[in-house]
T-cell receptor, first 111, second 117 residues
Framework: DAKTTQPTSMDCAEGRAANLPCNHS???????VYWYRQIHSQGPQYIIH???NNETNEMASLIITEDRKSSTLILPHATLRDTAVYYC????????????FGTGTQLKVEL | GAVVSQHPSRVICKSGTSVKIECRSL??????MFWYRQFPKQSLMLMAT?????????EQGVEKDKFLINHASLTLSTLTVTSAHPEDSSFYIC?????????????FGSGTRLTVV
């Protein structure tokens, strides 16, 4: 799976949009971009995924650049409960691939 | 949606004893499960891939005789930490892939906090 690069940490004010970037410049055509988050002392939680098109669900929006080399996860109205480590991962869904985690982005939502 | 149940959530054991952690897929069958370990302020590190009915595949540097993995059914994988030492204290997390889910993604258990004293 392609390597991804994310900022180590970000801060966001509660109620504002949190925009978390991810670089995946070596992503292949078969690889999807998945986002997970891990709240302290819990297992990772699925957020959203996409291949080429932008995606939106009840949790977040995912914006993927046209060349697919980067993406941005958007939490439209961040709350304190969104404080977590966010992981961006490129996954080839065709294989039974093991999932490798990078260092992720520690998002801290503050009042 | 897919649910993975992991037990116990927290365990304290004495040095030299063994501890078993269970990982169950509750509403789907998982031919493959994954075990991770996470130290404080670090990312998840894959330890091994558990395959139903066959031997687990361990990542480089992970002692297979110390971390015994059994995947005897399509819904259960166990990780046994044998002869535990304080340096084995960590957060252990399992995951499984639900091929029938809308996102073909990986679902994670809630983790097990192991403390060896």
């Amino acid at each position: 799976d392609a390597k991804t690069t994310q900022p180590t940490s970000m801060d966001c004010a509660e109620g504002r949009a949190a925009n978390l970037p991810c670089n995946h410049s070596t992503i292949s055509g078969n690889e999807y971009v998945y986002w997970y988050r891990q709240i302290h002392s819990q297992g990772p939680q699925y957020i959203i995924h996409g291949l080429k098109n932008n995606e939106t669900n009840e949790m977040a929006s995912l914006i993927i650049t046209e060349d697919r080399k980067s993406s941005t996860l958007i939490l439209p109205h961040a709350t304190l409960r969104d404080t977590a480590v966010y992981y961006c991962i490129a996954i080839d869904r065709g294989g039974g691939n093991k999932l490798t985690f990078g260092t992720g982005t520690q998002l801290k939502v503050e009042l | 949606g897919a649910v993975v149940s992991q037990h116990p959530s927290r365990v304290i054991c004495k040095s030299g004893t063994s501890v078993k952690i269970e990982c169950r897929s509750l509403d789907f069958q998982a031919t493959t499960m994954f075990w991770y370990r996470q130290f404080p302020k670090q990312s998840l590190m894959l330890m091994a891939t558990s395959n139903e009915g066959s031997k687990a595949t361990y990542e480089q540097g992970v002692e297979k005789d110390k971390f015994l993995i059994n995947h005897a059914s399509l819904t259960l994988s166990t990780l046994t930490v044998t002869s535990a030492h304080p340096e084995d204290s960590s957060f252990y997390i399992c995951s499984a892939r639900d091929w029938d889910s809308f996102n073909y993604g990986y679902t994670f258990g809630s983790g097990t906090r192991l403390t060896v004293v």
